[in-house]
């Protein structure tokens, strides 16, 4: 997986699904996305595989059936109008999303084909107060100026309008830990445990968004689902779900 390019990863996906779903159905497991039921669901890891992770016919990991379940029974995402910034759109998504009539949904990445904007996110093309909703999961530990992609966030983002801006944390830190001399893929992969990483957030991220003007939910959702829902869509417990919020004028 670190070895092919990225664009490469994504349209070779799409040949293999179709045969994972079939060679895995069963009813064991289920996918929220697009309820499929499963016998087990795929190992994934950069270093440590973890078992029964990423759905076959999703592609979609923890924290996308979280954040689904989140979206589809504690939001209006699905029924009201709203125009939507996406960046770096996933598989487990874009296609779903581009499919609802209620949204006009902009897609942007700096290097991904699925986006509808190549863009960098320090330097977004789009004019100030546009969205209603912005989503932007696991981007900012690859920025190296986060603070400056955050507040570009903050800018497009229309006064009142919110958002889910997902990174991993790590829960043992208070301070995130950066360190800009650190530069080659095997250092990074060392200090900040993934070779395109360049930071390891702790909790002072959610101190972060606020620092550029956010209000933040810290939404652990699986609290509020029974814990054979967990088990049935294959949730990691205690995920966080920052929801963020760009307050009114």
């Not at 991220?205 to 054979?228: A, C, M, N, W």
């Amino acid at each position: 997986m670190n070895i092919l390019p990225r664009p490469l990863l994504i349209q070779g996906s799409y040949i293999i699904r179709p045969v994972l779903v079939w060679f895995m159905k069963g009813n064991r497991f289920v996918d929220p996305i697009d309820g499929q039921g499963y016998y087990s669901l795929l190992p994934y890891g950069y270093e440590k595989q973890r078992d029964n992770v990423l759905s076959p016919g999703t592609f979609s990991l923890e924290r996308h059936r979280l954040m689904w379940l989140y979206l589809k029974n504690e939001t209006s995402f699905f029924t009201e109008k709203a125009k939507v910034l996406h960046i770096a759109p996933e598989q487990s998504f874009i296609k779903r999303f581009r499919a609802m009539k209620n949204i006009e949904y902009i897609t942007s990445d700096i290097e991904s084909p699925l986006a509808d904007v190549k863009a960098d996110i320090c330097d977004l093309p789009f004019g100030d107060d546009t969205f209603d909703i912005v989503f932007c999961n696991h981007v900012l530990e690859h920025i190296p100026d986060d603070h400056k992609a955050m507040s570009e966030l903050f800018r497009v983002m229309k006064p009142g309008g919110w958002g889910i801006f997902q990174v991993p944390i790590s829960y043992q830190r208070d301070v995130t830990y950066e360190d800009p001399t650190v530069t080659t893929k095997e250092e990074r992969k060392e200090k900040f445990g993934q070779y395109d990483h360049v930071r390891v957030y702790g909790l002072d991220y959610y101190k972060r968004l606020e620092d550029v003007g956010f209000s933040v939910e810290k939404v652990d959702y699986t609290k509020q689902i029974p814990s054979e829902e967990v088990q049935k869509y294959c949730l990691e417990k205690g995920e966080i779900l920052p929801v963020v919020r760009k307050p009114l004028a």
